[in-house]
């Protein structure tokens, strides 16, 4: 989506509605294909994952983006949302097991954090606790991981300097990996 496009979703942008529709389709496919990359042999398909986001997006207010940036964040989030609920699903139904795996690549995460793999709960519990201390890095970290954006897309996203991004992307993931390698050791 870009600005321009981005600008018909946004309040009095005008544009057909089929048109717009089509755009915030496109824009999640593209989402979901980024995050869907860094992480194979996910039982959910892509195209689970954008239906069920358009779905959560379609009932928001029509208009309801600023722009390209704030559409992204809230796809962001909604992914978080759908991903994270299916995890609970799935552990709920195997009771206490079923784990749904996110792979955090090295390209996200840093070579040899030994956290490629983990539990979608978890990183959302830990996801949560960062917002508590710092609610731009955990922007920061939902968008990168989530939404799959590039520093340079989290920037213009979050109206900050790229510089700004990689510094909280730096500190955020210093902080994950010492939250998550906790909670994998056990309490």
Request: proline share 4%; hydrophobic share 40%.
């Amino acid at each position: 989506m870009s600005e321009a496009s981005g600008a018909k979703v946004a309040p009095g942008g005008g544009g057909p509605p089929e048109e717009v529709l089509e755009l915030v389709y496109r824009e999640l496919r593209s989402l979901a294909r980024r995050y869907f990359q860094r992480r194979p042999g996910s039982t959910l398909q892509p195209t689970e994952l954008v239906h069920e986001a358009f779905l959560r997006l379609s009932s928001a207010e029509t208009g309801a983006f600023r722009d390209r940036g704030h559409f992204c964040a809230v796809a962001a989030l909604a992914m978080r949302q759908i991903l994270t609920d299916r995890a609970r699903k799935r552990r709920a139904e195997k009771r206490g097991g079923g784990e749904m795996p996110v792979t955090l690549t090295d390209a996200v995460m840093g070579a040899g954090s030994g956290l490629e793999v983990l539990d979608v709960l978890v990183l959302d519990d830990v996801l949560q606790r960062l917002e508590a201390l710092d609610q731009r890095q955990a922007r920061v970290v939902e968008l990168r991981v989530f939404g799959g954006l590039t520093v340079p897309e989290v920037a213009e996203v979050l109206g900050v300097s790229s510089r700004s991004v990689e510094n909280d992307w730096r500190l955020a993931r210093a902080w994950l990996s010492r939250e998550l390698s906790a909670a994998r050791s056990g309490p």
